[in-house]
C-alpha cells in the first residue's frame, strides 16, 4: 500500500533502537527523509548507515528544551520543513511502592516521558502549522490504561502523555495536523529484555522461561504468549503519520496483543 507520504520529512526520537529504528526503516521504505535523534549518537549513526542518503542524524538530550529547540532548527537548516514527528523516546523509570518511591523518582520519569512529548509539539507543531499538514505521534504504554503497582512513576507519566495528546489534538487538526498515541505492550525491545533478565536471574531460570513465566502470571491477555516485535508497532505508527489515516485525531492505538483487559482507552 502506497501511504502517500513520499518525500515528507520526519523527526524520530529514540530512533538508537527498538521501535524508533523499526518506524524509520519502515517510513524510509516509503521514501520518507528522516531526521533521526536520541542521545546515543555514535550507536545511532551505526544504525542509520543502512538507511537511505537522505537520512540525518542529530544527538538531542529530550529533557532539555534548548536541545530539541536545537534539534528542530537542524531538521529545518537540511530539510526546510517538518511534517511528521513520531515520539518513542522514554524510559521505564523507578520501581516500587507507589509511596516509597521519592519525589525525584516522579519528576525523572515525567520530565523524560511527559515533558518530552511537550517539548517536541511546541517546537515542531508551529513548522507543521505553516506548511498546513502535519502528524504528531507519541509512543505510550499500556499502562496509561492498565497502572501496574509497582510501575508507577510511568503509569502516571504515559497517563499524563496521552491525555495530552488528546488535547492537544483539538486544536491542531484545525492547521491539518493530527495527534495520535500508541500503547504498545511487552515489545521485544532492550527495555523488555533487561526486565526478564532481572526476572530470570531472581526465579533461577532461562530468559525464555522468566518471558513464560511472565506472560502466564502478569499478562494473561496476552493470548498469543510471546512478546511483540518493534516491527509490529512500527506498522500502526507508519499508518497514523500517512496520508490513508487522514480522519484518526485524537486516538490511543493499542498494539498490545490484548494485554489491556477492558473495552475503553
Not at 104 to 131: C, N, Q, W
Not at 140 to 155: D, F, K, R
Request: with cysteine; hydrophobic share 45%.
Amino acid at each position: 500500500m502506497d501511504l502517500q507520504i513520499r518525500n515528507r520529512v520526519a523527526i524520530i526520537t529514540g530512533a538508537n533502537g527498538g521501535m524508533g529504528l523499526a518506524t524509520a526503516r519502515l517510513l524510509a521504505e516509503e521514501g520518507v527523509r528522516l531526521v533521526l535523534t536520541d542521545k546515543d549518537l555514535e550507536g545511532m549513526e551505526a544504525q542509520a548507515a543502512s538507511l537511505p542518503a537522505e537520512t540525518l542524524v542529530v544527538g538531542a538530550d529530550m529533557t532539555d528544551d534548548d536541545a530539541v529547540r536545537d534539534l528542530v532548527r537542524t531538521a529545518l537548516d537540511r530539510f526546510g520543513t517538518i511534517d511528521i514527528v513520531v515520539h518513542t523516546a522514554g524510559i521505564t523509570g523507578a520501581k516500587g511502592d507507589p509511596i516509597d518511591l521519592a519525589d525525584d523518582d516522579y519528576r525523572e520519569a515525567y520530565e523524560t516521558d511527559f515533558l518530552s512529548a511537550v517539548r517536541i509539539a511546541r517546537h515542531a507543531l508551529p513548522v507543521m502549522k505553516r506548511g498546513g499538514w502535519g502528524r504528531f505521534v507519541c509512543i505510550a504504554s499500556e499502562n496509561a490504561a492498565q497502572p501496574y503497582w509497582e510501575e508507577a512513576t510511568y503509569n502516571t507519566a504515559k497517563a499524563a502523555v496521552v491525555a495530552f495528546v488528546k488535547g492537544l489534538s483539538y486544536r491542531a487538526a484545525a492547521d491539518g495536523i493530527l495527534c495520535n498515541t500508541v500503547s504498545p505492550a511487552f515489545i521485544a525491545t532492550d527495555m523488555t529484555d533487561e526486565m526478564m533478565t532481572k526476572r530470570a536471574e531472581e526465579n533461577g531460570t532461562s530468559f525464555d522461561e522468566a518471558i513464560e513465566s511472565f506472560l502466564e502470571e502478569e499478562r494473561p491477555g496476552i493470548v498469543q504468549k510471546r512478546r511483540g516485535r518493534a516491527e509490529e508497532v512500527a506498522a500502526v505508527i507508519a499508518l497514523l503519520v500517512s496520508e490513508r489515516a487522514s480522519f484518526v485525531n485524537g486516538a490511543n492505538y493499542r498494539v498490545d496483543g490484548g494485554s489491556v483487559q477492558a473495552v475503553g482507552n
